[in-house]
C-alpha cells in the first residue's frame, strides 16, 4: 500500500493547475456574462425565474451533490464500511420529505428566501430577524465543510500538506465564491452549478465504471474485496463498525439519520432554489429531475467507498486523510495505472479538479442564499424601523448582498481553519442537524397548522437553534478528543457528536409551546389565504 502513499507533487501539480484553471476561467466567464445584465433584485437572487425544470433540477442536484458527499461519504464508506452507508441513505431519504411537503408550497407563498414563507401570516419584524439569523448560521456551517474538503482535496493534489497549503486554498475559494456571488448573482450561480452536476456525473460514472471492470461486473467480488482491504473482515460490511460500539455511539446513529432525513427541507440555499422557477408546478418538476440525478450519483457513491477499501485499502485512505476525504482521488489513482503511470497521473488530476469545481459551485450556492438573507430579511427589516425608516428598494438589497458575501464568506474562511482534520459528511451532518432543528418546526408549523403564531414562530426557531449549537459546542466535536476541533481541552458535557436527536424535538416543541401558552389572536383570514396560495399558487410572485 505504500505506493499509494507517494508525493503527487511532480506528477500531478501541472495537470491539475491547468483543470482548476480552464474550470474557473469557465465559471469566470458565466459570472461576467451574467453580470452584464440588469441587477434588478429578481434577477439577483432569483435569476429572473425564467429557468426550466430540468435546468433548475440539475442546479438542485448540483447544490446538493457537495463535497460532502463525492468525497465525505465514500471515504466514510471505505473507512467503515456499512455504517458509512447511512449517509447516502439518508441524504437519499430526505428528498422524498422536500418532494411531498414544502417544494410546491415554498414556491408558492416565498419570493427569496425561507422567511418569506415564514412571514406570510406573521409579524414581519421578529419572524424575519429569527429566520434570517438562522438561514446565515445553518449557512456557515455547510459552508465550513465544503471549505475543509477544498484543503483536503488541493492540498493532496499539489503535494502540499503543510498549513500553509491549506489556509491558502481555503483563502482563495472564499475569496472565488464572493466573486460569483457579487457579479453574477442566482443567474451565474445557478449555469455554474448545472455546469459542475454535469462533470461530477460524468466523472462519477467513469470511475463506477472503471471499478466494475477491475471486478468484472462482479458486486460480490468486490464486496469481498472491500472487507478484506478493510482489514476489519466480514464486520466491514455488518453495522456497528462506527455506531456500534456503545450506547452513546448507537444513539449518534438515529440522531444522524434523523438529522439527514429532515434537514434538508429546512436548507436554505436548496428552498432558494424554488424561487428561480416560474411557477409551483416547475418547482415541483424540478425536485423530479434532482431525485433522479441525486438518487443515480448516491448509489455509485457506495460503489466508489467499496472500491476504495478495496483497490486501495482503508488503511492506505486514513493514511493520506485520517477522516477519509482523499479517498475517491487516490481510487482514481490507481484505476488509472497507479502512481507514476500517466493514467493515474491524468485520472487522479482530472477527479481532483471535478471535485474542486464541485466545491466551488456549491459555495457560491451556499453564499447566495445567505447574503440575501441577510440583505432581504435582517437590512431589509431592521431599515423599515431604524430612523431612516422605509422599505428598502431592490437595488439597495442587492448591494448589501454583496456586501454580506464578503463579510460571510471572511467568517466561514475563520471558521473552517479550525476543522481540517474533521470529515466533511460528518460536518454536513452537522449543519443538517441545526438546519432541522431550527428552521423545520417552524416552517412545517407555518404551512400546516392554523393556530400557529408569530410568538410560536420565533420560538421555533431559537428553541432549535440555540440548543443544536450549543450542544454542538458541549459535544466531544468541539473538545475532549484527540480529533476535536480543540483537542487541548476538553468540556464536553454532551455524550453524541450529532445534537439532532434532542434539538429537533426541542425545536418542534418550543413553536408549541409558544402557541398554547402565549396565546395571541388569530387571524383566520390571512391563515386562509395563505392555504389556498400556497395550494393553488394564487397570488404567487
Known sequence: MVRYLADPANEHQGLALVLFTIFVSVTLAITAWAGRRRSSSVEFFAGGRLFSPMENGFAIAGDYMSAASFLGISGLIALFGYDGLLYS??????????????????????????????????????????????????????????????????????????????????????????????????????????????????????????????????????????????????????????????????????????????????????????????????????????????????????????????????????????????????????????????????????????????????????????????????????RRSGKHAGPASGNDEVRVARFAAVGIGAVAIALSLFAQGQNIAFLVGLAFAVAASANLPALLFSLFWPRFTTRGTVCAIYGGLIPALLLVVLSPVVSGRPDALFPGVDFHLFPLENPGLVSIPLGFLAGWLGTVLFPEPGDEAKFAETEVRSLTGAGAV
Open 89 to 382: 441513505v439518508g441524504f437519499l431519504v430526505a428528498w422524498l420529505v422536500v418532494l411531498m411537503l414544502v417544494a410546491e408550497l415554498v414556491r408558492n407563498c416565498g419570493r427569496y428566501t425561507l422567511a418569506d414563507v415564514l412571514s406570510a401570516r406573521m409579524r414581519q419584524r421578529p419572524v424575519r430577524i429569527a429566520a434570517g439569523t438562522s438561514s446565515v448560521i445553518v449557512s456557515v456551517l455547510y459552508l465550513v465543510a465544503q471549505m475543509v474538503g477544498a484543503s483536503s482535496l488541493v492540498a493532496l493534489l499539489l503535494g502540499g500538506q503543510g498549513g500553509a497549503s491549506r489556509t491558502w486554498t481555503v483563502i482563495g475559494v472564499g475569496g472565488l465564491m464572493v466573486v460569483y456571488v457579487s457579479f453574477g448573482g442566482m443567474r451565474a450561480t445557478t449555469w455554474i452549478q448545472i455546469v459542475k452536476t454535469v462533470l461530477l456525473m460524468g466523472g462519477t460514472i467513469t470511475l463506477v465504471v472503471l471499478v466494475l471492470i477491475r471486478f468484472h461486473g462482479d458486486l460480490n467480488g468486490l464486496l469481498r474485496s472491500a472487507a478484506a482491504g478493510s482489514g476489519h473482515g466480514s464486520a466491514f460490511l455488518a453495522p456497528g463498525l462506527k455506531y456500534g460500539g456503545s450506547w452513546t455511539s448507537k444513539l449518534d446513529f438515529i440522531s444522524l439519520g434523523i438529522a439527514l432525513v429532515l434537514g434538508t427541507a429546512g436548507l436554505p440555499h436548496i428552498l432558494s432554489r424554488f424561487y428561480t422557477v416560474p411557477t409551483a408546478r416547475s418547482a415541483r418538476r424540478s425536485v423530479v429531475w434532482a431525485i433522479g440525478l441525486i438518487g443515480s450519483f448516491y448509489l455509485m457513491t457506495i460503489v466508489l467507498g467499496f472500491g476504495a477499501a478495496a483497490v486501495v485499502g482503508s488503511d492506505a485512505v486514513r493514511t493520506s486523510n485520517a477522516a477519509g476525504n482523499t479517498a475517491v482521488p487516490l481510487l482514481a489513482q490507481d484505476l488509472g495505472g497507479g502512481a507514476g503511470s500517466t493514467g493515474g497521473t491524468v485520472l487522479f488530476a482530472v477527479v481532483g479538479a471535478v471535485a474542486f469545481a464541485t466545491i466551488l459551485a456549491v459555495v457560491a450556492g451556499i453564499t447566495l442564499a445567505s447574503s440575501a438573507s441577510v440583505a432581504h430579511d435582517l437590512y431589509a427589516t431592521l
